[in-house]
């Protein structure tokens, strides 16, 4: 069995019991790692209520707000993990959104704002997480992020979203690239 006692593990995007975000907190808490859990915050709070109620038996030691489009709460999200953790070990991105006109009709008809922000939200996330990890993962680490057929082929009324997968999988190449001889 895997073993991550004395590991902070960062988990982004539980949205459900049905998530695969919720499915990697549940074997990294099993591992007995020390779990970290973001959520995405709303005017009436119903994500953070949502969230917390299901993550309770894992006993999360931090629970934060996250809106990867919220620059300012990355830095505190990160502020916060090296104040009561000093270190992160694992960084777990599974966040991915389109709006849902975005997804049906024909591709050439998506509208910048809602490619934008499904390339901000889906792609861009990982490489501004990852940035902010880095001088937090002193002891070297793993960065995990979600990709899709789509990333690499048609799949219908997947539209937008391969076209973010695909830059997903560019940026996990490039990130590689600086940050595996860094351990």
């Keep these: 069995m895997l073993n991550l006692n004395g590991k902070n593990a960062l988990v982004t995007g539980i949205a459900n019991n049905r998530s695969i975000a919720w499915g990697i907190a549940e074997q990294l808490h099993q591992a007995g790692a020390n779990l970290g859990v973001t959520y995405l915050p709303d005017d009436k709070g119903r994500f953070e209520k949502k ?7 894992l006993n999360p030691s931090l629970f934060l707000p996250c809106d990867v489009q919220n620059d300012t709460q990355i830095e505190e999200l990160f502020t916060a993990i090296r104040d009561q953790w000093g270190r992160l070990d694992i960084l777990i991105h599974c966040l991915a959104f389109a709006g849902k006109e975005e997804l049906s009709g024909d591709f050439s008809n998506v509208s910048r704002a809602g490619f934008s922000k499904a390339l901000d939200i889906s792609a861009y996330s990982l490489v501004q997480l990852s940035a ?52």
Excluded at 51 to 57: A, D, F, G, M, Y
């Design 51 to 57: 969230v917390k109620e299901l993550v309770e038996p």
């Design 132 to 183: 902010a990890a880095k001088p937090l993962m002193t002891q070297g680490g793993s960065i995990v992020t979600l990709t899709y057929l789509g990333g690499v082929r048609v799949v219908p009324n997947y539209n937008v979203m391969g076209i973010a997968k695909a830059a997903l999988e560019m940026n996990v190449r490039y990130l590689a690239a600086e940050l595996g001889p860094l351990g």
